[in-house]
């Protein structure tokens, strides 16, 4: 079983940054593909970014591609999520899920574990 804890969200003005964060509990962390997924008023969750057990293979939405950039650091079961030049279109709730799966996982369903997910607010 693995739990996961998003932070960092807020509100911040066009072009600004944030930096979210996802702590996961247990112990097969550095064996998980982790991903950032978000969900806008009235719209389905879409994919955002993907990262390996690793570190060593990322993938990006091409909506965040040059912005955002995910990370994760093994020795402190985190993953994260930068963001740079945020636009209002990138308002949503923000989670992050988890997964023992290989490689890089693009898909809602290749996850077995969700966070319960952190407001991000980014005014004009």
């Known amino acids: 079983q693995v739990q996961l804890v998003e932070s960092g969200g807020g509100l911040v003005q066009a072009g600004g940054s944030l930096r979210l964060s996802c702590a996961a509990s247990g112990r097969t962390f550095s064996r998980n593909r982790m991903g950032w997924f978000r969900q806008a008023p009235g719209k389905e969750r879409e994919f955002v970014a993907t990262?390996?057990?690793?570190?060593?293979?990322?993938y990006y939405a091409d909506s965040v591609k040059g912005r955002f950039t995910i990370s994760r650091d093994n020795a402190k079961n985190t993953v994260y999520l930068q963001m740079n030049s945020l636009k209002p279109e990138d308002t949503a709730v923000y989670y992050c899920?988890?997964?023992?799966?290989w490689g890089i996982g693009v898909r809602s369903r290749e996850y077995d574990y969700w966070g319960q997910g952190t407001q991000v607010t980014v005014s004009s």
């Open positions: 990262i390996n057990s690793s570190g060593s293979s990322t």
């Open positions: 899920a988890a997964s023992g799966g």
